[in-house]
Nanobody
Framework: QVQLVESGGGLVQPGGSLRLSCAAS????????MYWYRQAPGKQRELVAF???????NYVDSVKGRFTISRDNAKNTMYMQMNSLKPEDTAVYYC??????????????WGQGTQVTVSS
């Protein structure tokens, strides 16, 4: 089994910062790409950012220059530093990992989500 534990969400004022974490554990031989998604009320889930095993990153245009994704491969943990937060960043944030598990099977696994609310 695989476990993903997300943390770092909360309530913050516009212009503030939060740092999300996603720690993976369990039957994981290697993690390939790691992803952050978000879903706002009444909207579809969207990909916010991802980072490859080699450290290459990609962001949705709306967060470029404000969010930074990173990972610590030794800890199987991914982070996202979110600065200059805006009310439109309010959403449930989900992490997803693409990993190699038992029997050489490569698959995706999702975290449970963490709420980020940006409001004055």
């Amino acid at each position: 089994q695989v476990q993903l534990v997300e943390s770092g969400g909360g309530l913050v004022q516009p212009g503030g910062s939060l740092r999300l974490s996603c720690a993976a554990s369990g039957n994981i031989f290697t993690i390939y790409a790691m992803y952050w998604y978000r879903q706002a009320p009444g909207k579809q889930r969207e990909l916010v950012a991802f980072i490859t095993s080699g450290g290459s990153t990609n962001y949705v245009d709306s967060v470029k220059g404000r969010f930074t994704i990173s990972r610590d491969n030794a800890k199987n943990t991914m982070y996202m530093q979110m600065n200059s937060l805006k009310p439109e960043d309010t959403a449930v944030y989900y992490c997803k990992v693409n990993y190699l598990g038992n029997y050489g099977v490569r698959r995706d696994y999702w975290g449970q989500g963490t709420q980020v609310t940006v409001s004055s």
